[in-house]
Every structure is written in structure tokens, then in C-alpha cells.
């Protein structure tokens, strides 16, 4: 069953925090010390990372018979020892850090750009005890979220792996990084999917990120049946906190808390005057354009590589004069403007101390000082700019200035919100504690044909093969499982639920441990067995 709490484990300080037991349903009874004998029997057949080891070139050439009983061999030890990982199951977790607990110098090391995101879910599925991954990586947050045979093991693997990608080290890393499990990794993601957990409370760009993992997901296959459910659901949260909630009025998005910040720091009656430049024409330097616009500001200029975007932005935006440049006057632009927002995906810095200290000082009319306010991760501009005596420099860090302000309403509104993702957190957590009945369904079918097709059998042979027509072979078949379907009819009904009902679902599953110990089914090791032999196969080919 789902678990009805998890545990955070978050990380502060230089040392990491003690993490407690767990002890929600669905984990119990997870007390075991990790199973010595199946994380040595991966290890023997995969690297530490997940990849094949690689023989020396002499043993290349072992003969194919060989290498297929050795697999069968491994697999055989895989299955006795499943036993052990009975005393845990699998779980949903997620391994991340966002603008809460991490720098921005941190959180840039571990981005990873929406085109990476199918290659790094297809490295993560491949670890040991991974079943599921997906990525949600934004400006202010890198999130793994998995479905782990082992939460444990899962755990340490995922961390090594976002230190390998990282080159973060993995003290380092448990310095910042928070974990979740079950049903407080859904919760979580359905708080960020509903802008609950944003910088900005309510911004709507997040729900379209989460929207996006599943678009990506659906076109490279990479999402599991867990995985891919969790997030549409938390879509459905993100809907409908929007809609039934006013949790959106008056918010503000990462993009516009940037415009604020900027007409902040500049003397208030020469802000709607000063010089604005905008590097990047995407979702986030549209929106900045936007914004400017709705304060008054009536001139911009733009650059971007193509000429595409900023005349589309200018068809929308009347209300604002768009100047395009292209990137390679990028520099020049910077020289005659007051104010630079970068908004890029590069994973290079635009902007350094040299490249800054060149530009020509601004008017004292605007403070004397040239803002770079970047909103990109990676960062635009390098911090050393900000070493100079005329420029300063804000990055997304620094938005929090601007939406600390009514903050008592921001807390009003997130408690009208969390009583729509506790509703949907219980339709998933049903939906995924009835996916536990189908082993037992189908393992009971099973047994039932088995016993039939024997008695069958039996009695064909004592009636004799030539004292039936085809036409009466086909009427006792007809009637055995006839008599079978309406035995089973009664425990199959009663091991069925939709899951909205929390009685009749408690009910289904008891019904379930019933039917598994009256007839010796043994369903969670048979599908432990099936999922680790599926890893491994997997892993091999």
C-alpha cells in the first residue's frame, strides 16, 4: 500500500543529518540492513555504474553456450535470494535540489538541458536497482524522480550518479540535496506542479515544465507506468489549485520578479527611462519583454540568434518598440544599455569581468551603476563581474527580495491549494494500491486453468480418445471452464476495486493477502523475481 507519511531526509551544515526509520504503510517493514548477497550478485554481472563489464580481449571469444548458462546460472542465484528483498518494496522517491536548498553555483553544475533529458532517464534506468526515472531540471530546481526495487540502494545510486554528472562530490552533494519517499515524493511533486514550492508562489511556467517531462517522456518511451501516472496526475493537481483557487491572482513569475527587482535597484524616476536590453528571446526573455512593457517601459532591444522570435514577440507586444540585433553585436548592445537581462541557454557565460570593464560607464540619471540581472541556469554573466566598482550583478538567488512581500498571503493561499493535492494524492496512491491486486488476479487464473486443463486430461483419458466426437471434446472443454469462470467469478469480483473507495479498497487488499496464503500463491516474490530478471536482461543487452 501507499505510504500514508514518508520522511525528508534534507542535508545542512557540513555534516549530514541522521536519517530516522521509515515507518508509513506501504515501508513498515523496511528494517532490513541491505541484502549483502543481491547487491553482490548485480555487481558480478554489472559495472558499479550500470554498464557491462568489459572482459580483456582474450576472453572475448568464450563460447556463446558458456556466457548462457552463466546468466542462467546468476539468475537462478537472483531468484533465491529475492527473499531478502522482500523486506522492502519498490518505492517512489526523488533525489534533488532546488532554489531552497541549494546555490545557483550548485544547481548549474547538476542542469541538465530538456535535449539530455531522454539519454539521462535511459543512464539512471540502467543503474542496479532503478525501475523508473524521469527528469524535471529548471532554472530553480533539478529533481530525479524514480521507482526504486530498493530504496536504499536506490538512493546511493542515484546520489553517485549525480556526483559523476556533476563532478560534485558526494559529501557535497548530501550538504544540500533533500529525499523523499512514496507518498511524500508525490506530494511534493504535486506541490510543484501546483507553483507551491516556487520561488514565486502560483507561477504557471512550472506546470508547463511538468507538462513538458511527459511530452518528452511519451516521444522517447522513457517514462515508466508509475512515473508517467504521477506526473499527470500532478498536472491535474496543477489545474486545478489554478482554477479553483485564486492562487494565481496578482502572482508573478521568475521572469517579471525580474523586471521588479531591476526598477528596485534603479532611481525610481528614471526607471521606465533607463536603457533595457534583453539577451534571449525564449519563454523567459518574452516574458521579461512583457513585463517591461506593462511597466511603462517603451523601448527594448533584443538579441537573439534568429530574427524569427523577435518578430514574433513584436507582432504580440504593440505596446512596447523591439529593436532585433543579432548576437554578434551583443557586446555593443551592452555598451548603450542601463540595464541587461539574460535569459539564454548557454552553458557558457556571456558576460566576464572582461568582457564588462571595457563597456563605457552609464549616466548617473540611472545610479551610475550598469545592472545584469540573469535568470539563467547555467548562469550568463559571471559573478566577478559584480567585482566591478560600476556594475552589479542579480541572479535568480537574489529574486527572493522581491517575493518575500505579503507573505501572510502567500501562506493563506497555499493552504486553500493543499486541500486539492491531498484529494489527489489519495486518487493516486489508490490507483497504485490497486495495481497490486493484478498479480494475485492473475495468478489465480492461472492456477485454476492449471488444475483444470490436468483434470481434463485425466478424465479424456479413462473415456477413451475414440468414445468422443470433436463436437463432444469441445462441449466437456466448453463446461470445465465454464464451471472454473464461475467459481472464480465470487474472489475475482472481490479483488477488483477502482480505488475510490478507501474501505472497499482496505477491503480489496485484504481479500488479496487472503487468497495469497490460502492458495500458496506467493505473488510478491513471483513478481520481485520477474522484476529483478527483467532488470538484469535489461541490463545485459
Not at 531468484?79 to 522492502?88: G, T, W
Not at 501516472?229 to 500532478?234: E, G, P, S, V
Not at 554573466?381 to 566598482?389: A, I, K, P, R
Amino acid at each position: 500500500m501507499a505510504a500514508a507519511s514518508g520522511l525528508a531526509i534534507a542535508f545542512s551544515g557540513t555534516a549530514a543529518t541522521k536519517a530516522e526509520p521509515f515507518h508509513g504503510n506501504r515501508t513498515s517493514k523496511t528494517t532490513a540492513s541491505p541484502v549483502a548477497a543481491g547487491t553482490s550478485l548485480f555487481r558480478s554481472m554489472v559495472g558499479r555504474r550500470g554498464s557491462v563489464r568489459r572482459r580483456p580481449r582474450c576472453e572475448a571469444l568464450v563460447d556463446h553456450e558458456e556466457k548462457a548458462a552463466a546468466t542462467i546460472s546468476a539468475l537462478e542465484q537472483l531468484k533465491l535470494s529475492a527473499d531478502r528483498y522482500m523486506k522492502e518494496s519498490s518505492s517512489i522517491a526523488v533525489i534533488g535540489l532546488s532554489v531552497h536548498t541549494a546555490p545557483v553555483e550548485m544547481r548549474e553544475k547538476l542542469a541538465i538541458p530538456e535535449a539530455q533529458w531522454p539519454h539521462a532517464v535511459g543512464e539512471l534506468c540502467k543503474l542496479n536497482h532503478i525501475e523508473e526515472a524521469a527528469v524535471l531540471s529548471t532554472c530553480n530546481r533539478m529533481e530525479i524522480y524514480v521507482v526504486a526495487l530498493s530504496w536504499h540502494r536506490g538512493i546511493r545510486e542515484v546520489t553517485e550518479w549525480m556526483s559523476k554528472t556533476s563532478g560534485i562530490p558526494v559529501s557535497e552533494l548530501r550538504e544540500h540535496i533533500f529525499m523523499l519517499r512514496d507518498s511524500d515524493a508525490t506530494r511534493h511533486l504535486f506541490e510543484v506542479s501546483a507553483g507551491l514550492d516556487s520561488l514565486v508562489l502560483g507561477e504557471g511556467q512550472i506546470l508547463a515544465q511538468v507538462k513538458q517531462v511527459v511530452r518528452v517522456g511519451q516521444v522517447s518511451g522513457g517514462l515508466g507506468k508509475n512515473i508517467d501516472r504521477m506526473f499527470k496526475d500532478a498536472i491535474t493537481a496543477g489545474k486545478r489549485v489554478r482554477s479553483e483557487t485564486n492562487i494565481a491572482s496578482g502572482a508573478v513569475s521568475v521572469s517579471s520578479a525580474a523586471v521588479e527587482l531591476a526598477l528596485m535597484k534603479l532611481p525610481k524616476p528614471h526607471g521606465e527611462s533607463a536603457r533595457m536590453l534583453v539577451v534571449g528571446a525564449g519563454k523567459m526573455g518574452k516574458l521579461v519583454i512583457k513585463h517591461l512593457a506593462a511597466k511603462g517601459c517603451k523601448k527594448v532591444v533584443v538579441v537573439n540568434r534568429s530574427v524569427e522570435r523577435v518578430e514574433a514577440i513584436r507582432e504580440e507586444l504593440k505596446d512596447i518598440e523591439i529593436i532585433y540585433r543579432p548576437f554578434t553585436e551583443m557586446h555593443s548592445s551592452a555598451a548603450e544599455s542601463d540595464v541587461v537581462f539574460t535569459s539564454t541557454a548557454s552553458d557558457v557565460p556571456l558576460f566576464l569581468k572582461e568582457d564588462a570593464e571595457v563597456l563605457p560607464p552609464v549616466s548617473e540619471d540611472v545610479g551610475g551603476v550598469r545592472l545584469f540581472v540573469d535568470i539563467s541556469v547555467p548562469r550568463n554573466v559571471g559573478s566577478c563581474v559584480s567585482n566591478l566598482e560600476h556594475a552589479r550583478v542579480y541572479n535568480v538567488d537574489d529574486l527572493k527580495e522581491v517575493v518575500e512581500a505579503n507573505k501572510e498571503d502567500r501562506l493563506r493561499k497555499a493552504m486553500e491549494a493543499q486541500a486539492i493535492i491531498t484529494q489527489e494524492l489519495k486518487k493516486f496512491e489508490a490507483w497504485r494500491d490497486s495495481l497490486e491486486t493484478v498479480p494475485t488476479i492473475k495468478k489465480l487464473r492461472s492456477y485454476a486453468d492449471r488444475i483444470r486443463s490436468l483434470e481434463l486430461e485425466k478424465c479424456l483419458q479413462k473415456v477413451g480418445e475414440d468414445a468422443l466426437t470433436k463436437k463432444m471434446r469441445r462441449a466437456i472443454d466448453d463446461l470445465s471452464t465454464s464451471i472454473v469462470n464461475k467459481l472464480l467469478h465470487g474472489p475475482l469480483q472481490h479483488l477488483r476495486c477502482d480505488g475510490s473507495d478507501s474501505r472497499t479498497l482496505d477491503e480489496t487488499l485484504e481479500n488479496m493477502h487472503a487468497l495469497n496464503r490460502m492458495f500458496s500463491l506467493d505473488t510478491e516474490k513471483a513478481v520481485l523475481e520477474q522484476k529483478i530478471k527483467a532488470k538484469v536482461e535489461k541490463i545485459q543487452a
